[in-house]
């Protein structure tokens, strides 16, 4: 089978969806998916207008059946679909009756091996039961995690001979390597449906793919490194991928931050009494190149902080000091352009008496803080990242930042922000 190349639409507003794939199909796309999202927002009359507009190509509708799979590949089939695709997981009756269905509507399975445990062992059953495509994916949160399905597509091509096919934070860079290692059918989601020019996009994939050699794309990968991602997105971003959470409050940039500038690195933690500045001026030992001090000094009192402290931290390479506190010298700190977020500005300084602890677990802004966490400043505020859910987060951000990015397009080309979102139809009932 010649490689393939599907464009996902995971979009929850079938408008939006529909642009996406006229302008993917001008990039050279062969197959149209109708993504869970948009199924499960827009029903079955997506899978019915996207056949209706785009009859030419083959639409898959990827319903991830589980549980009555007659019912399902019938309902996905007499509203267009030419491929139904059905969860691995599912029981070995829900498959063979979902392959009975299939020949008796006229439509093609796909099975997504997502989350089974033995996928080749699974492909070789499968592939037994009559289905006619098998997918290896790893789904978008596990990507987050920095997984991806490569590994496991190269195992399973070598165990079974029907078309495989792989989904998974594919891009241009990756889609060679996917056919080389035995894909059929290249699925890709957010490197085509979050670029502000999805022909483009679409053109640069396609591209790599019969060439036969990846092509470096800036954005659209997910790193394992957080540092490389926190460094392209914005508190605002992190902060919609944490759910609307993780700011400090009452923190703000007074030195060092103008418009387009961030501050990212780990966390060096201070706990001190208000006005007593001993320990985070010894933090400035502690600390390492690119990390920043975060000091609870209990957000008030005479300042822990000053040009001095600045001056040390500019001298060994520390990003920032953040302080739910009191800091002062303004106007020497800004000269030197050292990055100072705090709770309040006083000119009078407490005296240097030696309570409290570095690098232990505190509060900052009514936020935990702990030593090695993420952080991240810019004029927004500060937001905090647990360094357990760093990688995770990180690629959450960035997947907000892409989205975005491709929304701010639709507004340039005439549209506004409440008509790309359609947001009145999202409006709860009263």
Known sequence: MKPTLQVALDFLNLDRAIRVAEESIAG???????????????????????????????????MKVMDTGRYEVEAAAKAGADVVVLLGVSDDSTIKDSVRAAENYGCELMVDLMNVENMEKRARELEAMGVDYICVHVGIDQQM????????????????????????????????????SGASIIVVGGAITKSGDAKKATEIIKKAIEKGKPIKTELYKKYRDPLKILKKVSTANISDAMHRSGNMEGIKPVSGIDTDERIVGRAVTVRTYPGDWAKPVEAIDVAGEGDLIVIDSGGTGKAVWGELASCSCKRRGISAVIIDGTTRDLG??????????????????????????????????????????????????????????????????????????????????GSTLSRVLKIKKWERER
Do not use: H, Q
């Open 28 to 62: 050279g796309v062969d197959w149209i998916e109708v993504g869970t999202p948009l199924i499960k927002s827009e029903g079955l009359n997506a899978v019915r207008e996207i056949k209706k507009r785009f009859s030419k190509y083959k639409i898959v509708a990827d």
């Open 145 to 180: 995690r920095g997984m991806d399905p490569i590994s496991e597509l190269k195992k399973i091509s070598r165990s079974v001979k029907i078309p495989l096919s792989v989904a998974g934070g594919i891009n241009s860079e990756s889609a060679p390597i996917a056919v080389d």
């Open 332 to 413: 020497d700190i800004r000269k030197m352009k050292f990055p100072v977020f705090a709770r309040e500005v006083k000119p009078t300084a407490g005296e240097p008496k030696g309570f409290g602890e570095i690098n232990v677990p505190i509060k900052c802004g009514n936020i935990p803080v702990k030593p090695g966490d993420y952080i991240v400043g810019d004029l927004d505020g500060v937001v905090v990242i647990p360094r357990e859910r760093a990688i995770e987060i990180a690629n959450r951000a960035l997947d907000v930042f892409e989205k975005e990015n491709r929304i701010r397009k639709e507004i340039k080309k």
